[in-house]
C-alpha cells in the first residue's frame, strides 16, 4: 500500500488477480478469483460475490466509454466469454472459449476493444467499440499485450507469435511492424521514464529488456523472472516494473527507471497493480 507497508487482503490464496475502477469512484476494486467453490469476488472496501463459477481467465477495460472497467471473464467452453458491464448486467460476449485476451483502445475511440485469441482454428478477433467483430490475423499467438508504444493516442497491440516468427506489433490499427526475431516468456508494457509512450518490458529467458519510446533497446536485468507487472507506485509519473525473480531472489522493483530496491523475500503466485485506496 502508498510504496510504504504491506496490509493483509485475504487469507485465502487465489487462482487470479486483476484491478479496475468498476464503479466509477477514485478508487480500484480487486477482482479475485478464488477457484472452484467460491467463485469471483470483488473487494471494495468490503467484499461482495461477482459470480459463483470459477473462470478461465478474466480481463478489465471500459468497453462502452462509460468511465466505468468492465470485467470480461472467460467461463470455458460450457459458457464462452461473458462481460459484467457497469457493474450491473450480465451480457454473453461469445460462445467460444479463447485461449488468450487482452484490453486496450486500439482506435482512439475512448472505448476499450477486447482481443481475443480463438486458437489456431480461428486466430485473433477483435471486438471493436462493443458493437462488432474483425479478424486481426489468422495466425494463434503465444501471448498478447497492449500499450501505446508512440503515443499516438491508440494502444498498439504487441504480439509474440512464437519462435517461427517473433515479436509483431499492430501499429495504430493500421500495419504490421516486426519487433524482435526471438520469442519471448513473457511481455508487459508500462511509460517507465514518463514520456508519453508506453515501453514494451520483455523476458527473453535470457535476461529483461525493455524497448525504450518505440526506438531502442535497454537490458533492464541479465536474470529471467517469473513474472513481470508495472504501475506507478510513487505517484511520479513515471511507471515501475516489478519483478519475480522466483524463490531465490523474491520480489524486486525497479522505481523510475534508475533504482533496483527489494519488495519482497518471497517469490509470489501472482501480482496485480491497482490504487486501491484513492
Known amino acids: 500500500m502508498n510504496n510504504s507497508s504491506w496490509v493483509q487482503l485475504h487469507r485465502l490464496s487465489a487462482e487470479s488477480l486483476n484491478t479496475g475502477n468498476l464503479d466509477d469512484n477514485i478508487e480500484d476494486e480487486v477482482i479475485i478469483d478464488f477457484g472452484p467453490g467460491y467463485g469471483i469476488w470483488v473487494w471494495h472496501s468490503e467484499w461482495e460475490k461477482l459470480h459463483s463459477l470459477s473462470p478461465e481467465s478474466m480481463v478489465v477495460g471500459d468497453i462502452d466509454g462509460s468511465g466505468q472497467d468492465d470485467v470480461i471473464i472467460d467461463f470455458g467452453a460450457q459458457y464462452g466469454i461473458w462481460v459484467r458491464e457497469n457493474n450491473s448486467e450480465w451480457e454473453q460476449l461469445h460462445t467460444l472459449s479463447p485461449e488468450n485476451m487482452t484490453m486496450g483502445d486500439i482506435d482512439g475511440s475512448g472505448q476499450d476493444d477486447v482481443m481475443i485469441d480463438f486458437g489456431a482454428q480461428y ?21 498478447m499485450t497492449m500499450g501505446d ?7 498498439d497491440v504487441i504480439i509474440d507469435f512464437g519462435a517461427q516468427y517473433g515479436i509483431w506489433v499492430w501499429m495504430n490499427n493500421s500495419v504490421w511492424v516486426r519487433l524482435h526475431s526471438l520469442s519471448p516468456n513473457s511481455m508487459t ?25 518505440n526506438n531502442r533497446w535497454e537490458q533492464l536485468h541479465s536474470l529471467s523472472s517469473d513474472s513481470i507487472v508495472t504501475g506507478d507506485l510513487d ?44
Open 123 to 143: 486466430g485473433i478477433w477483435v471486438r471493436k467499440n462493443n458493437s462488432e467483430w474483425e479478424q486481426l490475423h489468422t495466425l494463434s499467438p503465444e501471448s
Open 149 to 155: 508504444i508512440d503515443g499516438s493516442g491508440q494502444d
Open 189 to 213: 508494457t508500462g511509460d517507465v521514464d514518463g514520456s508519453g509512450q508506453d515501453d514494451i518490458i520483455i523476458d527473453f529467458g535470457i535476461g529483461i529488456w525493455q524497448w525504450m519510446n
Open 235 to 278: 505517484s511520479s509519473g513515471q511507471d515501475d516494473v516489478i519483478i519475480d525473480f522466483g524463490n531465490q531472489y523474491g520480489i524486486w522493483l525497479r522505481m523510475n527507471n534508475s533504482t533496483w530496491e527489494k519488495l519482497h523475500s518471497i517469490s509470489p503466485e501472482s501480482m496485480v497493480v491497482g490504487n486501491i485506496d484513492g
